[in-house]
């Protein structure tokens, strides 16, 4: 019961960060005209300095194991998401082809960073943490790969790939290698120091703003995912994200064979509801907004409740607790 209070702990302040946007958007304190610069800031800025953060003297990202397992995992959570998902969408009652494809694409994909980096911050090592940012590595090239070429039928978005969260990291990687080899002079140290401290002062503000802004977005197209069988999609969404693909995962992190850290990331992974962030790559490439909004706002609320018991299940069923 213990481990599940922490959960909750862990789990309610994440979700009071998104109402708090919410209602700043309503009282239109945090306006829209702020989204694309406020998203600018976050993306090339706070997230690369959380990823620094998180990296830089992390012992566990200098073993092998937590730096090829982790990406491919990633990108294999994400196709094998979109494969159960795609056969769901005519169950769901969608007929058109860019719905289907548009509920593959959101069911299929769970949401891998802003709601689960800190989540994994409170419950787990900071070893963990990177760990987790090397596991999302994989999770993008799936995303802008396997995930574009489902919602259009084409091709995939390779140039996404190459963003400054994955500079940083690969940046921050080599740099955590280099510190176990090079030992810098005095002087040259303390102006480390007070770098890596403004790093670290960015890097605690990335997921606050991040948790904010998805909670002004939902506020601005709540209203859309109203209408057609909104019911019965969140109903198979929630059927898939929320409980066939967990299960699947948590056997993963039960007999896979590889670190703690990782089994950890595969956990909390899995006990995730499908991403909100990528309702905006859906209306890029064509895909249907309502449905995207419909799964992802769906299994979003109903993962208040299931978040923390599938993480407390998770973490006894693997051993983690």
């Given at each position: 019961?213990?481990?599940?209070?922490?959960?909750?702990?862990?789990?309610?302040?994440?979700?009071?960060?998104?109402?708090?946007?919410?209602?700043?958007?309503?009282?239109?304190?945090?306006?829209?005209?702020?989204?694309?610069?406020?998203?600018?800031?976050?993306?090339?800025?706070?997230?690369?300095?959380?990823?620094?953060?998180?990296?830089?003297?992390?012992?566990?990202?200098?073993?092998?194991?937590?730096?090829?397992?982790?990406?491919?995992?990633?990108?294999?959570?994400?196709?094998?998401?979109?494969?159960?998902?795609?056969?769901?969408?005519?169950?769901?009652?969608?007929?058109?082809?860019?719905?289907?494809?548009?509920?593959?694409?959101?069911?299929?994909?769970?949401?891998?960073?802003?709601?689960?980096?800190?989540?994994c911050i409170s419950l787990f090592d900071p070893g963990t943490t990177g760990v987790l940012f090397v596991?999302?590595?994989?999770?993008?090239?799936?995303?802008?790969?396997?995930?574009?070429?489902?919602?259009?039928?084409?091709?995939?978005?390779?140039?996404?790939?190459?963003?400054?969260?994955?500079?940083?990291?690969?940046?921050?990687?080599?740099?955590?290698?280099?510190?176990?080899?090079?030992?810098?002079?005095?002087?040259?140290?303390?102006?480390?120091?007070?770098?890596?401290?403004?790093?670290?002062?960015?890097?605690?503000?990335?997921?606050?703003?991040?948790?904010?802004?998805?909670?002004?977005?939902?506020?601005?197209?709540?209203?859309?995912?109203?209408?057609?069988?909104?019911?019965?999609?969140?109903?198979?969404?929630?059927?898939?994200?929320?409980?066939?693909?967990?299960?699947?995962?948590?056997?993963?992190?039960?007999?896979?064979?590889?670190?703690?850290?990782?089994?950890?990331?595969?956990?909390?992974?899995?006990?995730?509801?499908?991403?909100?962030?990528?309702?905006?790559?859906?209306?890029?490439?064509?895909?249907?907004?309502?449905?995207?909004?419909?799964?992802?706002?769906?299994?979003?609320?109903?993962?208040?409740?299931?978040?923390?018991?599938?993480?407390h299940f998770g973490g006894h069923f693997a051993g983690l607790w």
């Open positions: 019961m213990s481990e599940l209070l922490t959960v909750l702990q862990a789990v309610l302040p994440v979700f009071g960060l998104m109402g708090i946007g919410l209602w700043l958007r309503w009282r239109d304190w945090l306006s829209a005209d702020a989204d694309a610069s406020l998203m600018r800031v976050t993306v090339n800025l706070l997230l690369p300095a959380l990823i620094f953060d998180s990296v830089l003297g992390n012992t566990a990202l200098r073993r092998p194991e937590n730096l090829l397992l982790p990406p491919l995992l990633g990108f294999g959570m994400i196709a094998v998401g979109i494969f159960v998902a795609q056969p769901f969408a005519r169950l769901a009652g969608l007929q058109a082809k860019p719905e289907q494809r548009t509920f593959a694409f959101l069911t299929g994909l769970q949401n891998y960073a802003y709601l689960v980096i800190p989540l596991h999302n590595v994989g999770t993008e090239i799936a995303m802008w790969t396997l995930g574009v070429m489902m919602l259009t039928g084409g091709g995939g978005g390779w140039r996404k790939i190459f963003s400054p969260p994955l500079v940083a990291l690969g940046s921050a990687l080599a740099l955590n290698f280099l510190g176990t080899v090079i030992t810098l002079p005095a002087p040259l140290a303390a102006c480390g120091k007070i770098l890596l401290t403004g790093i670290h002062w960015l890097g605690q503000s990335a997921i606050p703003l991040a948790l904010l802004m998805i909670g002004a977005i939902v506020a601005d197209h709540f209203h859309e995912a109203r209408g057609g069988k909104a019911l019965r999609v969140v109903t198979v969404a929630a059927l898939v994200r929320i409980v066939f693909l967990p299960v699947i995962f948590m056997l993963l992190a039960r007999y896979l064979p590889c670190s703690v850290e990782l089994k950890r990331v595969i956990v909390l992974q899995g006990a995730m509801p499908a991403a909100v962030l990528p309702i905006v790559i859906t209306k890029h490439y064509g895909g249907d907004p309502r449905t995207a909004l419909q799964v992802a706002l769906g299994t979003s609320v109903i993962g208040l409740v299931t978040i923390p018991l599938w993480i």
